[in-house]
């Protein structure tokens, strides 16, 4: 089958309408199928947590969030015995027996409630014979001594301990425009934190936020491959309404990405990453009737950034990891 792009014509091969990498980016998938040669599906699940800065002040927390980035479908207001019972029922469906589950803490910050209350609620993950870890996401400023303890000592129940920081952006400027209430420097001391303790690491980054260029996203990259965390997240930016990011760009419209232009810039950073870390993923959706721009930060449009972003590879000749530097 052809990919057309920017007049050039390449081939690429496809199963279920999706291009497979051929070993140009090391995706979760590779990871499970390597580690563990099965499927390994993650569960997202919510909880009734918020996050810290906007209890603090009322501030409204990132200027870009729109109520938590609750996983499609989930209400924290199901008790989390259900959700995780009904995630992985789905799955089982989906997929076979034969599958392990990871449950992913997503939405809000999901280390923000006293230790016993972290406890009970990362406990009810174990529950189920084929759960094989967690993954929960959090905030540098949110990961104390006693959350990376009461994580660590999962590590002995379960083989995958993750924990999913946001940064966004290592420019501390453009940190402070959205509001995230963290620094660069903190995101670091963190992760060298959570290292220690002997936890997996997945970083959270975003490409397009405003005021930024396209040197600002390879310095945020740089910073990720430099610390050498397990995974990353890569995000495009999505405005949403309903947001303080989406008022003011509905006052003043800012520049945001064509998706050309994103893909590029997704290639750039796939090239200076470690070869060995997970890109976990590089495609972002906005939820339904809410999304203010880029039109491509929609579900159909996922394969499709994916099938962009291998062709740019090959037109290339490279991969993840062609240009990255010890």
């Given at each position: 089958?052809?990919?057309?792009?920017?007049?050039?014509?390449?081939?690429?091969?496809?199963?279920?309408?999706?291009?497979?990498?051929?070993?140009?980016?090391?995706?979760?998938?590779?990871?499970?199928?390597?580690?563990?040669?099965?499927?390994?599906?993650?569960?997202?699940?919510?909880?009734?947590?918020?996050?810290?800065?906007?209890?603090?002040?009322?501030?409204?927390?990132?200027?870009?969030?729109?109520?938590?980035?609750?996983?499609?479908?989930?209400?924290?207001?199901?008790?989390?015995?259900?959700?995780?019972?009904?995630?992985?029922?789905?799955?089982?469906?989906?997929?076979?027996?034969?599958?392990?589950?990871?449950?992913?803490?997503?939405?809000?910050?999901?280390?923000?409630?006293?230790?016993?209350?972290?406890?009970?609620?990362?406990?009810?993950?174990?529950?189920?014979?084929?759960?094989?870890?967690?993954?929960?996401?959090?905030?540098?400023?949110?990961?104390?001594?006693?959350?990376?303890?009461?994580?660590?000592?999962?590590?002995?129940?379960?083989?995958?301990?993750?924990?999913?920081?946001?940064?966004?952006?290592?420019?501390?400027?453009?940190?402070?425009?959205?509001?995230?209430?963290?620094?660069?420097?903190?995101?670091?001391?963190?992760?060298?934190?959570?290292?220690?303790?002997?936890?997996?690491?997945?970083?959270?980054?975003?490409?397009?936020?405003?005021?930024?260029?396209?040197?600002?996203?390879?310095?945020?990259?740089?910073?990720?491959?430099?610390?050498?965390?397990?995974?990353?997240?890569?995000?495009?930016?999505?405005?949403?309404?309903?947001?303080?990011?989406?008022?003011e760009f509905k006052r003043s419209p800012?520049k945001v990405l064509k998706l050309e232009?994103?893909?590029?810039?997704?290639?750039?950073?796939?090239?200076?990453?470690?070869?060995?870390?997970?890109?976990?993923?590089?495609?972002?959706?906005?939820?339904?009737?809410?999304?203010?721009?880029?039109?491509?930060?929609?579900?159909?449009?996922?394969?499709?950034?994916?099938?962009?972003?291998?062709?740019?590879?090959?037109?290339?000749?490279?991969?993840?990891?062609?240009?990255?530097?010890?």
């Amino acid at each position: 089958m052809l990919f057309n792009i920017k007049g050039r014509v390449k081939p690429l091969f496809f199963i279920s309408g999706v291009a497979m990498a051929q070993g140009l980016y090391y995706s979760l998938n590779d990871y499970f199928r390597k580690k563990y040669n099965c499927r390994v599906q993650r569960v997202a699940v919510s909880l009734p947590f918020t996050c810290p800065h906007t209890q603090a002040d009322g501030s409204g927390g990132c200027t870009y969030c729109l109520q938590g980035s609750k996983p499609k479908g989930a209400d924290a207001k199901v008790p989390l015995a259900e959700q995780i019972k009904k995630g992985i029922s789905a799955a089982g469906k989906r997929y076979g027996k034969s599958v392990k589950y990871i449950i992913y803490y997503q939405s809000y910050t999901n280390t923000n409630a006293p230790l016993e209350e972290l406890k009970r609620v990362y406990d009810a993950a174990f529950n189920h014979e084929d759960v094989i870890g967690i993954s929960v996401g959090t905030r540098p400023d949110c990961c104390g001594d006693g959350v990376l303890k009461l994580l660590e000592s999962y590590c002995g129940r379960g083989t995958e301990i993750w924990i999913e920081l946001g940064l966004q952006s290592a420019n501390d400027r453009t940190l402070e425009r959205i509001n995230r209430r963290h620094t660069a420097a903190d995101f670091i001391d963190t992760v060298q934190r959570v290292k220690k303790a002997g936890l997996m690491t997945a970083a959270h980054i975003m490409i397009g936020l405003p005021g930024e260029t396209e040197e600002d996203f390879i310095r945020t990259a740089e910073l990720i491959a430099s610390l050498k965390v397990n995974a990353i997240k890569i995000h495009p930016l999505h405005i949403m309404d309903g947001t303080a990011l989406g008022d003011e760009f509905k006052r003043s419209p800012f520049k945001v990405l064509k998706l050309e232009e994103y893909v590029k810039v997704l290639a750039d950073i796939a090239e200076i990453l470690p070869p060995d870390m997970i890109m976990m993923r590089f495609t972002s959706e906005a939820n339904e009737g809410v999304l203010l721009a880029p039109d491509y930060c929609r579900p159909e449009f996922k394969n499709t950034i994916k099938d962009m972003f291998i062709a740019e590879l090959n037109k290339r000749g490279t991969k993840q990891g062609s240009k990255y530097r010890l």
